[in-house]
């Protein structure tokens, strides 16, 4: 449970560096996801992720790190490590950490008049906790910089 604690601080230290950095809030239709990330123009930035079509008790949490690796007038690409967590599990005796992602993605920004509206896309590849399986996710979607 401490290795939990200890990942859980490094991946929102970004956030709350700054507790009066902008905040982003993204959405992903496709995939039923709303995120809610520190100032994603800052070099490294936090995110949350929580799938928002499923049975409370399977909410799955992802906490993110990401870091800007170009940052340019039209587009930021970033890539980042994250952790997935079901914080119900704990209740019914089942492992806290679902599994571990890799983030490689770009913020598009489409209107030059209106650089807060942004385009994500992402490819997102993801891992168990076991190490045995994982699937190759794709997002796509909207966010705004406030």
Known sequence: MRQVLVICLFILWPVSEKLYSQVAISYFPFQSVLSISSDTENLLWGEMRVGTNTFFSNINLEFDAQINFKRTNWVNYYSGLGINVNP????????????????????????QAHKNLQVVFEISPYVNSQFDGGLLRTYLGLAYNF
């Open 88 to 111: 119900f599990y704990g209740i019914e005796d089942l492992p806290f950490t679902n599994g571990y992602v890799l983030n490689i993605g770009a913020r598009i920004k489409p209107v």
